[in-house]
């Protein structure tokens, strides 16, 4: 007889699915017998698979020593990552990354083993704050998504539970993003906020804006604020209040000022201004503003972080050699 404590990262979930990935040997049809004949037992009591497990119940297990038996030590995936990062800011409870132009934050489809996550993994393992063996129904995860040639503030979670207050706080829009961009020209107004309308082409990873609505058009809200003018570009401060697919670019594209570097929405080589190698847009800033009960990070509710070094701006002004 042996027992396991449920730990914080563990709880929350079926207890099938957490026996499942703490027994990973044992076939489905054993566990649900042991199940069904008390041979698992959760709190001392029978149970059922489909009761949810939450931080410090216990169980009781008259199972099998062959599948207590640790797995040889494996060859990480994330291990092949870099374990560097930018980090912005950091805490028990998540991690602010800066990430920069040219990583993607997961796999691509071709499978690229360099990605932020598995970097973020890599340096927690090094750090012992991520330890797989031990945590197997959870691994640090990345909260937004970040294009491979945009660069920004990224947010992860160190635990199951700030996992999945973040999500919810960011499907809620209680976490405001602020990006900087550099616009070929000048829009007509110093300031605005958009609103129209875009269609996403799947085939093609492009999308489309129209005043109007059109067949699956989906709305979109874009504010932005004109920092600095040097007479051929323009920097820009953008707050989104709706995220869509590429919206910045195409939204800025669509009042006929396109980002500089952007290849898919620009103006060809008119707007790789100097050679640029990125499209000029940087997630710069974000500040939490949660309306509703944040729990365990109730600490973050005010607070603002931003990042100094963008490679196009310094101080509200273009620095970029045009």
Not at 141 to 149: E, F, H, K, T
Request: aromatic content about 12%.
């Amino acid at each position: 007889m042996r027992t396991i404590t449920i730990g914080e990262n563990d709880g929350g979930q079926r207890l099938d699915k957490f026996l499942s990935k703490r027994f990973r040997t044992m076939p489905k049809s054993l566990m649900y017998k042991y199940i069904r004949t008390k041979y698992i037992k959760l709190n001392g009591k029978k149970c059922d698979k489909a009761d949810f497990i939450k931080a410090g119940d216990v169980l009781t297990l008259y199972i099998k020593d062959e599948f207590f038996k640790e797995n040889p030590e494996r060859d990480y995936e994330f291990l092949k990552a870099p374990d560097k990062l930018d980090v912005l800011y950091e805490d028990e409870n998540i991690i602010l990354i800066d990430k920069k132009p040219g990583l993607i934050v997961h796999q691509d489809k071709n499978y690229h083993f360099d990605c932020l996550v598995f970097r973020l993994q890599h340096y927690l393992y090094k750090k012992g704050e991520y330890l797989p063996d031990e945590d197997r129904a959870f691994s640090p995860a990345l909260v937004n998504r970040i294009d491979r040639n945009t660069g920004g503030i990224v947010i992860a979670a160190k635990n199951a539970e700030s996992l999945r207050i973040l999500n919810s706080m960011m499907k809620n829009r209680e976490i405001e993003k602020y990006y900087l961009c550099l616009l070929c020209g000048k829009p007509k107004h110093d300031s605005g906020i958009m609103e129209d309308y875009l269609v996403k082409n799947n085939s093609t990873n492009t999308v489309k804006i129209f005043k109007k609505p059109v067949e699956n058009s989906k709305v979109i809200k874009t504010e932005y604020t004109l920092l600095d003018f040097n007479g051929r570009v323009s920097l820009a401060e953008i707050k989104l209040h709706t995220g869509r697919t590429h919206q910045i670019r195409a939204h800025m594209a669509f009042i006929g000022c396109p980002l500089v570097g952007d290849s898919k929405y620009g103006k060809g080589k008119k707007n790789f201004i100097n050679g640029s190698k990125w499209q000029a847009l940087y997630s710069y800033k974000l500040k939490f503003n949660f309306e509703n009960n944040p729990g365990k990070l109730s600490y973050l509710n005010g607070k603002e972080f931003e990042v100094n070094d963008v490679w196009f701006a310094e101080h509200n002004k273009i620095k970029f050699n045009t």
